[in-house]
């Protein structure tokens, strides 16, 4: 196996100098190969399906920013529209016609949201959105499930997964217990653990935020039945069914998962994909849940650059893009392949894996354990999935770092591409199961 160093001395240098001013090193934990051990790389460029490192390697990139370069890196309409709107200004700290553009589009794509408030990432969504449940509903209770990341609001860092997952932190230092003492956590998929606590809480529960499809324990489905109960038990007792589609909005379809689904929650959380690459998240939903947002309404909610002018370009031109031009046919078609090919270059190997996908997240899991929740999730032999992921890394394909996320497939890539990272997981396998 091989680490970033001494094979990557300029990523290990440019390491070893950020640590210096930068906890960790790096600005989000997930960047940090906790999951793998040896050092990030630094990354100089990117462009199409690739990403360079700082050493001048060049590596297939299934991480895309973690899920916004759905078209892949640099996409020339992108590109272009940024460069128009920044010519106009940076900020203004007032209204501007991108945002009801984008807004628009965000409406147009997903039935169930009528109206949306953009912020400047999932985090903030996913925050907002608990608040508005709770402040529609007059109630505190909030339901999530185990494995599960809604980014680092407070209140749902509880058995979140990412990188909380990968670096053992399932209840963070400085979250107060008071902050968490109205946050419920069941089992994804547990349709009767659901059933249990609406018969005790009933009319308690002001939300239920999930993943509708998760990334964030390596790709896990939801169960029809599951999804049909969330509903059911949500609408019956008076709770938000609130979808945090940062990750699969816009990625499973134009529609997100609710819309390759065919589900209707009451809010929906954005990140990634509409920003295009910038900082931009939101939330949305049912017009009378919206209009209690302030200045509509009394829940409170701001911020300085949300709905930025050059972010809101970014995710014009992408949303145009996805829907002129929809990459999810072809996403959908190269993902199956990436899977029909790993899983029979593990057969060959004799590594014993699951592979989990839905449209162009996917996740392969070294156990040989259905994986349906964060339990099973936690039977991967993490020890090699990290000797996988350098193998796969040293010939040039970049995957998530850790067991516990989804890699993205992104429409830059050619059917030869996709190709050469069958064949560099066959030889990655074979090397696994001889180490
Ligand atoms: N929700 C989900 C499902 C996510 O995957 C993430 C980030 N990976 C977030 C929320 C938080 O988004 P951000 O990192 O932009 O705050």
Same mark, same amino acid.
């Given at each position: 196996?091989?680490?970033?160093?001494?094979?990557?001395?300029?990523?290990?240098?440019?390491?070893?100098?950020?640590?210096?001013?930068?906890?960790?090193?790096?600005?989000?934990?997930?960047?940090?190969?906790?999951?793998?051990?040896?050092?990030?790389?630094?990354?100089?460029?990117?462009?199409?399906p690739?990403?360079?490192?700082?050493?001048?390697?060049?590596?297939?990139d299934f991480i895309g920013s973690w899920g916004p370069m759905i078209l892949g890196?640099?996409?020339?309409?992108?590109?272009?529209?940024?460069?128009?709107?920044?010519?106009?200004?940076?900020?203004?700290?007032?209204?501007?016609?991108?945002?009801?553009?984008?807004?628009?589009?965000?409406?147009?794509a997903v039935?169930?949201?009528?109206?949306?408030?953009?912020?400047?990432?999932?985090?903030?969504?996913?925050?907002?959105?608990?608040?508005?449940?709770?402040?529609?509903?007059?109630?505190?209770?909030?339901?999530?499930?185990?494995?599960c990341?809604?980014?680092?609001?407070?209140?749902?860092?509880?058995?979140?997964?990412?990188?909380?997952?990968?670096?053992?932190?399932?209840?963070?230092?400085?979250?107060?217990?008071?902050?968490?003492?109205?946050?419920?956590?069941?089992?994804?998929?547990?349709?009767?653990?659901?059933?249990?606590?609406?018969?005790?809480?009933?009319?308690?529960?002001?939300?239920?935020?999930l993943e509708p499809v998760v990334g964030n324990m390596g790709l896990v489905p939801p169960s029809d039945?599951?999804r049909?109960?969330?509903?059911?038990?949500?609408?019956?007792?008076?709770?938000?069914?609130?979808y945090d589609e940062v990750m699969t909005g816009f990625r499973l379809g134009y529609g997100g998962a609710q819309g390759l689904l065919g589900d209707?929650?009451?809010?929906t959380?954005f990140g990634k994909i509409i920003?295009?690459?910038?900082?931009?998240?939101?939330?949305?939903?049912? %017009?009378?849940?919206?209009?209690? =947002?302030?200045? @509509? !309404?009394?829940?409170? $909610? +701001?911020?300085?650059? &949300?709905?930025?002018?050059?972010?809101?370009?970014?995710?014009?031109?992408t949303l145009?893009e996805l829907k002129?031009n929809p990459p999810y046919a072809r996403l959908e078609q190269q993902s199956e392949r990436i899977g029909s090919g790993l899983l029979?270059?593990?057969?060959?190997?004799?590594?014993?894996?699951q592979f989990n996908r839905v449209g162009s997240m996917w996740t392969l899991f070294?156990?040989?354990?259905?994986v349906?929740?964060?339990?099973?999730?936690?039977?991967?032999?993490?020890?090699?999935?990290?000797?996988?992921?350098?193998?796969?890394?040293?010939?040039?394909?970049?995957l998530p770092?850790?067991?516990?996320e989804a890699a993205f497939t992104c429409g830059a890539m050619?059917d %030869?591409h996709i190709?050469?990272t =069958?064949?560099? @997981? !066959?030889?990655?396998? $074979? +090397?696994?199961?001889? &180490?």
């Amino acid at each position: 196996m091989s680490k970033t160093t001494p094979d990557r001395p300029k990523s290990a240098a440019a390491f070893e100098r950020a640590k210096r001013v930068i906890p960790g090193g790096v600005n989000s934990p997930a960047r940090a190969f906790g999951g793998v051990g040896g050092s990030p790389l630094f990354i100089a460029r990117a462009e199409g399906p690739f990403l360079y490192d700082a050493d001048g390697r060049r590596y297939l990139d299934f991480i895309g920013s973690w899920g916004p370069m759905i078209l892949g890196h640099c996409h020339p309409a992108v590109v272009e529209a940024v460069f128009a709107a920044v010519r106009n200004g940076s900020s203004y700290g007032a209204p501007c016609e991108p945002e009801t553009q984008l807004a628009e589009r965000v409406v147009e794509a997903v039935p169930s949201v009528e109206m949306v408030r953009f912020v400047s990432s999932g985090t903030e969504a996913t925050m907002s959105a608990i608040r508005l449940a709770r402040g529609f509903t007059g109630r505190d209770l909030i339901v999530k499930f185990a494995g599960c990341y809604h980014g680092h609001v407070d209140s749902l860092l509880v058995s979140a997964g990412s990188s909380a997952l990968t670096h053992g932190v399932p209840n963070s230092p400085g979250v107060p217990g008071g902050c968490t003492q109205d946050t419920v956590v069941l089992r994804y998929n547990d349709t009767a653990a659901l059933a249990d606590l609406f018969a005790a809480k009933r009319d308690a529960v002001a939300g239920v935020i999930l993943e509708p499809v998760v990334g964030n324990m390596g790709l896990v489905p939801p169960s029809d039945e599951f999804r049909r109960t969330l509903r059911a038990l949500t609408q019956k007792h008076g709770a938000l069914l609130i979808y945090d589609e940062v990750m699969t909005g816009f990625r499973l379809g134009y529609g997100g998962a609710q819309g390759l689904l065919g589900d209707t929650p009451d809010v929906t959380c954005f990140g990634k994909i509409i920003g295009g690459g910038y900082p931009v998240g939101a939330y949305g939903g049912r %017009a009378d849940v919206m209009r209690k =947002i302030m200045p @509509a !309404g009394p829940v409170f $909610q +701001a911020g300085t650059l &949300s709905g930025n002018p050059v972010a809101m370009a970014a995710g014009i031109a992408t949303l145009h893009e996805l829907k002129t031009n929809p990459p999810y046919a072809r996403l959908e078609q190269q993902s199956e392949r990436i899977g029909s090919g790993l899983l029979a270059a593990a057969r060959a190997a004799g590594v014993p894996v699951q592979f989990n996908r839905v449209g162009s997240m996917w996740t392969l899991f070294f156990t040989p354990t259905p994986v349906t929740d964060l339990d099973t999730a936690k039977t991967s032999d993490t020890a090699r999935f990290g000797r996988f992921f350098w193998e796969m890394m040293d010939r040039g394909v970049y995957l998530p770092c850790s067991q516990y996320e989804a890699a993205f497939t992104c429409g830059a890539m050619t059917d %030869a591409h996709i190709a050469e990272t =069958i064949a560099a @997981a !066959g030889e990655s396998l $074979q +090397a696994v199961a001889r &180490s």
